[in-house]
């Protein structure tokens, strides 16, 4: 695996490691099997200069069509829908709230990546094979060169997590590598 991504036109983007997500409404066990990892790879892509967003679910109770689907999480404003301590957001990261599976669907994440003239992204956080994906096919409809660490991404089940992975391989030609791989 290269490390010549580890510079200032990548961004790492972490998907909905919030409270909700990890211990809250909506736990998934194997979410905490990937907080340490993750953290370390948080800690060498801020050394790296390298942009962290964090893409947020924050929902909107009684309007958004995922409540119906999973029950109500990460309503906005709420404890649930904040990032899980080991992972809080620092100063110069960027925060972006969603209301759909995609980081990008109607949130400004194009717009910010446009701005820092990013080119490649690490995609990490839950699920592999929802959040994760949906954010994944966006960032390759947009031309993204996308790299996903499988120790930093999960899903309720382990069949899941890997034919997410699979998924994002063969479909979106997602580089799918170990954070150490990165470091
Ligand atoms: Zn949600």
Partial sequence: MDTAILNSKTALI????????VTG???????KAIVKPLEELVTTARKHHLTVIYANDAHYKGIDKELELWGDHAIAGTKGAEVIPELAPQQGDYVVPKRRYSGFFQTDLQLILT???????????LHTHMCVRHTTADAYYWGYGIYVPQDCVHAFTTE??????????NVYGAHIC???ELK
């Avoid at 972490?14 to 997500?21: A, K, R, T």
């Avoid at 701005?115 to 956080?125: A, D, P, R, V």
């Avoid at 899941?160 to 391989?169: A, C, F, I, P, T």
Wanted: proline share 0%.
């Fill in 115 to 125: 701005e820092l003239g990013i080119e490649n992204l690490i995609i990490t956080g």
């Fill in 160 to 169: 899941d997590h890997q034919s997410g992975l699979e998924y994002l391989k």
């Fill in 178 to 180: 170990t954070s150490d």
């Fill in 25 to 31: 409404a909506l736990t998934c066990e194997n979410a």
């Fill in 14 to 21: 972490v998907v909905d490691m919030l409270n909700d997500f």
